[in-house]
């Protein structure tokens, strides 16, 4: 068993990337910790602020900027970094980006590319069944000892699933039985 457990899927690369190069476990997960804590500010909705009326017709093109307070940087201005930011994240984000954007290419018979794009398709996979209630469901069905399947396996116009004998409807129907049997979503 893995022992980033208490890791979110989206963040085990960036937590094993740490961990290899050399930074203890503890700093690693203090670091990834407090990037979850960024993300999940920076997801929070924010009211739009509530801005004057423009001029019809302004005299210089950062006059709305500068009614709020801060003209809008430029390119060769520095720019002040929130104290939260943590280069090694941001190297890992990207490193991740380009080495997805070119296994997605698909340009070239490299077979190492070749296996990472099934690895990657494989852990986008399990993501995305970690993240559908219904998958889940059918786990925990799947490992109570329930036999589950789609039931247009054996009969094409069945419609539903198949949970051991019984035949239920649709997927609500499916999650409302794992719940019956003690499944907590």
Not at 57 to 65: I, K, L, N, S
Not at 83 to 104: C, S
Not at 129 to 153: C, F, M, N, T
Not at 154 to 172: H, S, W, Y
Request: hydrophobic letters at 40%; proline letters at 9%; charged letters at 30%.
């Amino acid at each position: 068993m893995s022992r980033n457990t208490w890791c979110p899927p989206e963040y085990r690369a960036a937590y094993d990337a740490l961990t290899r190069k050399k930074i203890r476990a503890a700093e690693a997960r203090a670091m990834i910790e407090d990037q979850m804590k960024v993300d999940a500010a920076r997801s929070r909705p924010v009211a739009p602020p509530i801005a004057e009326p423009e001029p019809p017709c302004p005299a210089v093109a950062d006059a709305p900027r500068r009614a709020v307070g801060k003209p809008a940087p430029r390119v060769g201005d520095l720019v002040q970094l929130p104290g939260t930011y943590d280069p090694m994240i941001v190297q890992i984000a990207l490193n991740r980006r380009k080495n997805w954007k070119r296994a997605r290419s698909g340009g070239g018979g490299n077979h190492m590319m070749k296996v990472a794009r099934l690895i990657m398709d494989g852990n986008a996979e399990t993501v995305r069944r970690e993240s559908d209630p219904v998958e889940r469901a059918k786990s925990y069905l799947r490992r109570q000892g329930y036999i589950v399947y789609d039931g247009s396996v054996l009969e094409p116009r069945q419609q539903g699933f198949v949970v051991g004998r019984r035949t239920v409807p649709n997927a609500a129907a499916l999650i409302d039985l794992a719940r019956k049997l003690g499944w907590a979503a």
